[in-house]
């Protein structure tokens, strides 16, 4: 089992950026594909960015293409989200998740992400 913890989240202005951290409670992120999601109030769940074992390679949603950077750094085990220019639409619960599978055909599914994080809260200001 592994437990994934967020941080960063918080309440900013539009144009406004943050960087989101997950973190794993054993070290164990190295072994997964890491990705980001978020679920607005009322929505469901989006995928929002995707990384593969090694950071070498990326998917974004395209709501988020150009605005969000998504990387890892092995040896700290983290995997961050780098948020610029926050616009009030990506106000939600954002969520790490954590899979074995990562494709080079697209970004890995929902249902495939074995591990979640519990979320962190992003507020994003008119």
């Known amino acids: 089992q592994v437990h994934l913890a967020e941080s960063g989240g918080g309440f900013v202005q539009t144009g406004g950026s943050l960087r989101l951290s997950c973190a794993a409670s054993?070290?164990?992120?190295?072994?997964?594909?890491m990705g980001w999601f978020r679920q607005a109030q009322g929505k469901e769940r989006e995928f929002v960015a995707l990384?593969?074992?090694?950071?070498?390679?990326?998917y974004y949603a395209d709501s988020v293409q150009d605005r969000f950077t998504i990387h890892r750094d092995n040896a700290e085990d983290t995997v961050y989200l780098q948020m610029n220019g926050l616009q009030p639409e990506d106000t939600a619960v954002y969520y790490c998740?954590?899979?074995?599978?990562?494709?080079?055909?697209?970004?890995?599914?929902?249902?495939?992400?074995?591990?979640w994080g519990q979320g962190t809260q992003v507020t994003v200001s008119s």
């Open positions: 998740a954590a899979s074995l599978i990562y494709s080079n055909f697209g970004p890995t599914p929902q249902s495939s992400f074995e591990y």
């Open positions: 054993d070290g164990s992120l190295r072994h997964y594909a």
């Open positions: 990384i593969n074992l090694s950071g070498d390679s990326t």
